[in-house]
């Protein structure tokens, strides 16, 4: 025996001895090196599927091939840490293809997180995530979405009674797919010769067997605990990250993440430290502390979201048996929903949740704030059934069906509900279990005195809002007694119900002793009085309960509610008062603008209602400051690119592109966009009435600037152009007014040209003709706008030759006309020849053109001819021509266009000047007194 023992002692020593000195090659194949110089070592490999038991055949044995003997500073090429935490630089070294080909997508992009999160590339909460993502494995604390906060108490009752067995299950279930991946049983052995080596203080090479084996299983933890302990005294901050990757990859108890969490609130990480502690109540879900310190660091680092998120997740994973803590924190929850955010959706889902679990501790408390998030959210049957359930208020619906209980106080206790439920159960009554009941088609109501005030007000505004009016009008007189000063905020509640059905004389009775109390004589009552009384048709009194909201408060609703009521009693000067906005103080509401501009027009205030126009228009308009900036604004191009020249002009002059001192406007109605063109049309055509061109101009090239009227380019375009016009501002005019030709060469265009040509001051115009000259081949009105051009610079040659060269093509009076005019410009020229002849063929072509204008123009030819003679001095004819313009029918359409078209007054006077010429005072004195009249 004692020499068995000594065998197998020395067969051990041989082993571990070996053992030291194995080392694994890329390929997995095993290394045997020894100090001394050796044949290499073969070592058989065996089948370990096929080993069911000593009795092994020789033949499954495979004879392995020699190895090289390599030394240990060989083994790892690639990883050539030093101490100066340079391992996570090189954790991703270059690698074999062979060995990349053994590593799963998972475990190449498992290495790659990791690297990134010891790098500092990700914080831990982001590594765990995608980690998560990579395994398609949902661990994050987040709540489910709430697609339905509708969800009734007894799918919350089958949600949350489900069987533990079930959720072991589950939970076994994301175990085994978390299930850390085991280390092959060769990388164990160098697992445990790094760990040896650690032992021995040779941390180098631990360090190196650790990283290869993290290069050939990322996914395994064991390696990442050794580098935590190693860098444990040196670089605890390298450690921690270590140490987290390791929990991350072999998830442990709650124990040790608390730790982590612990390390981690050291270094100042409270992000990290929450991360820790979100994984230790995964480990442990039902651990209410964990919860507690994670809200504490939810609310250190500012995060309200994520106090009231892991509270929700608390009382999700609770069960009956914790029903205080279900209570306390779902009551929390809700009020902070309530009375912070008024966010009665998520306030609904805790106390579905506190209903369904422990409906044996419901007290009037939480059937109150049941019944107070119900309400907002319009769930008035619900609201009811839980009332019925929890006091002892009755209902009988039809067919005589009653529900609720004929006797006792509001379940306050267990042993009272106990008692009901089995009392119920034998009577086939409701059960706390059960569903709510369907109520339908109500016909009575028992609310009895013993139920608080609240609870009865919460019954009547669910029975008013199912439409049961006259049920609850049973039951008003009880409310009109109590006294408003405490129960104020009753009385404005059921009001407010009663109104939503338009059962405003019944709300009026709650309203008239609540304005006339201490406590609730505010604003939004008289507001709510103000509403009823107008909705009843008492305008005086509702007058008087708007005058004192607007005392009060900047209502906007009572301003409009009350210039209305003023408006329809004609008093248009205190709807326009009532209507006032302060732009310095106030936010400007643009409807309540758009209203007073209408009632400004209406009562004759024009310069208030222009001002006013131009405040209205603002808020999408840019302000012109000077007439500078018209430069940039008068282009026929698009919105955008005239704000970019305004903008790069005044960023020239070192001026802002908007006012400083430029009014707020709300984020309320405002008129349509056709309601508010058609209002500035109106300004237009208001300004233009009262003859104020410099408003017109600023008002039609401020709408330029405007997005919200881009579809309307065209016409306020044209109308700049007419501002222009009358205006006498031929500058832009003629920019505006050149790019119309361009476009659109009709007579209307060319017309508009001519306006603009006659009020300029300089000579732009000629170079754009002639530009435009070269490209016609035909008879066009550009044509005798070029000879018009060369007639009025004296250059009478070059006009003759273009008037008879157009009028060759189309003989027409007005080239008639024009060519008279020319021969008898020339003709009374100082140095000219041939005068003669000139004017005999100045008069021929005015013979003409009488002849080509016809019947219709002859009081125009009568006078233009009259004009010829006076010019040349022949008064006799002048006379003559003058009396038949006097004489002569002008016909119907001169009568028509009468102050427009009639020559007669200037016949007149150029006859006045004849004969006062020839000291013929009398007869001169008679035309004036017959033919004009001042």
Known sequence: MESDVSAEKNQMDTFEKVMMDIQLTNDNKLIISDDSTVAPVIIEELDENAISSMDVDISEFVEA?????????????????????????????????????????????????????????????????????????????????????????????????????????????????????????????????????????????????????????????????????????????????????????????????????????????????????????????????????????????????????????????????????????????????????????HALEPMEILFAKCPNLITLEEVNVMTEVLIPLKQFKKCLNILIKYTSIRIRCKGNREIGRETGNACDNARQLEEREQSNNSTGGVSCQSEYQDIDEIEFCDIPDDVAAD?????????????????????????????????????????????????????????????????????????????????????????????????????????????????????????????????????????????????????GRYEEYLSLGMLLMSRHCISIKSKVDLKALARPTGVRQRLEGLRNYRLSCGKTMEDENAPTFGDSAEPSEKDEFLLFLQMCKLAYKLKKYGSLQRICF??????????????????????????????????????????????????????????????????????LLGREDVFTYLHIMHANNCLVSGTYKYALNAYISLFKVTPSALLA???????????????????NQLLIQALAFFKKYMQLRGKEGQQESYYNMARAFHQIGLLPSAIHFYKLVLEEDPGELVKQNAKYLDLRKEAAFNLHLIYMQSENHLLARMYLEDYIVI
């Open 817 to 835: 006309l024009l060519i008279g005019i020319t021969h008898l410009q020339m003709a009374c020229q100082k140095l000219s020849s041939k005068k």
């Open 65 to 345: 091939k020699a190895l090289q003997i390599q030394e240990v500073e060989n083994i790892i090429p690639n990883y050539t840490l030093s101490q100066s935490c340079s391992s996570s630089k090189n954790l991703a070294m270059d690698t074999d293809q062979d060995q990349d080909m053994l590593l799963t997508p998972d475990e190449q992009d498992s290495g790659r997180l990791t690297k990134q999160f010891l790098d500092g590339e990700l914080t831990f909460c982001e590594f765990s995530s995608k980690m998560d993502q990579n395994i398609n494995l949902d661990m994050s604390e987040n709540d489910a979405s709430r697609k339905n906060v509708e969800t009734d108490r007894v799918a919350l009752v089958q949600k949350f009674a489900e069987p533990k067995t079930s959720k072991a299950n589950s939970g076994q279930q994301v175990r085994q797919r978390r299930k850390k991946r085991l280390l092959p049983q060769v990388l164990q052995g160098l697992m445990g010769e790094a760990n040896v080596r650690f032992a021995k203080g040779e941390v180098d090479i631990a360090e190196q067997m650790c990283l290869e084996i993290i290069r050939q299983v990322p996914s395994a933890s064991e390696p990442f605990q050794t580098l935590a302990m190693i860098y444990e005294n040196d670089q605890p901050r390298r450690s921690l990250q270590f140490a987290l990757i390791a929990a991350y990859l072999s998830p442990r108890g709650a124990e040790q993440w608390v730790r982590l969490a612990y390390l981690s609130l050291e270094n100042n990480d409270i992000k990290q430290a929450i991360a820790c502690y979100s994984k230790a109540i995964q480990a442990s879900p039902k651990n209410i502390n964990l919860y507690n310190t994670r809200a504490q660091l939810y609310e250190k680092n500012g995060d309200k979201k994520g106090y009231i998120r892991g509270y929700m997740k608390l009382i999700q994973q609770l069960d009956a048996e914790d029903g205080k803590y279900i209570v306390e924190y779902a009551m929390m929850l809700a009020k902070h929903y309530i009375m912070h955010e008024g966010d009665y959706e």
């Open 455 to 603: 609870l009865r007000t919460k019954c009547l505004i669910c029975l008013i809002e199912l439409n049961y009016v006259q049920i609850a009008d049973e039951f008003l007189p009880k409310l009109y007694n109590e006294n408003p000063e405490n129960f104020g905020d009753l009385f404005l509640d059921v009001a407010e119900s009663l109104m939503s059905k338009k059962e405003f004389q019944r709300a009026l009775l709650l309203l008239d002793p609540l304005v006339k109390s201490k406590s609730y004589s505010m604003a939004g009552v008289w507001l709510k009085h103000a509403e009823c009384c107008a909705a009843c048709n008492d305008l005086n009194k509702a007058v008087v309960s708007y005058e004192v909201v607007l005392d009060r408060t900047e209502h906007l609703g009572a301003k409009l509610a009350l210039a209305k009521i003023y408006k329809d009693k004609e008093l248009y000067d205190e709807a326009i008062r009532v209507l006032y906005q302060d732009p310095e103080r106030e936010t400007l509401d643009p409807y309540a603008l758009y209203q007073r501009m209408l009632l400004l027009y209406k009562v």
């Open 702 to 771: 401020t709408a330029l600037t405007s997005k919200r009227f881009k579809k309307r380019n065209s016409h306020i375009i044209f109308l700049c152009l007419i501002s222009c016009i009358h205006n006498n501002d031929s500058y832009y005019g003629y920019n505006i007014v050149r790019e119309f030709v361009r476009e659109c060469q009709s007579s209307n265009s060319w017309n508009l040209l001519n306006i603009i040509i006659q009020k300029t001051e300089d000579l732009r115009h000629n170079r754009f003709i002639m530009r």
